[in-house]
């Protein structure tokens, strides 16, 4: 069954690289628009899995948001819908890094 294009009140940035995101979004329907964050993502640390994944989607709205044309207001445009969102992997209470090779990810 092919997802039929939602019409949105709003426009939606999607500020992840992550297919997975990629693919929710599509399946639901909703047309929107990648950006992609520049920022250095090991150089955030939290104890707290869910402090990171905070703080790392925080980072790529900030870093987005400054990348966004800010100016006079244009009629009829719509609202922009900024999602940003992180995850990352815990094994035996320990925050893991992603692997940087095969070997290191066994």
């Given at each position: 069954m092919e997802a039929s294009t939602c019409t949105s009140q709003f426009k939606i940035i999607l500020g992840s690289s992550s297919i997975p995101c990629q693919?929710?979004?599509?399946?639901m329907g909703y047309e929107f628009t990648i950006m992609f964050a520049d920022i250095d993502e090991k150089c955030i640390r939290k104890e707290k899995p869910e402090d990171l994944v905070m703080a790392l989607a925080e980072a790529k709205a900030e870093a987005i948001l400054q990348r966004l044309p800010i100016g006079e207001y244009v009629k009829d445009v719509k609202p922009t819908l900024l999602i940003t969102c992180d995850q990352v992997v815990v094994y035996e209470g320990v925050i893991r890094e992603k692997p940087s090779s095969k070997e290191e990810a066994l």
């Open positions: 693919k929710i979004l599509a399946e």
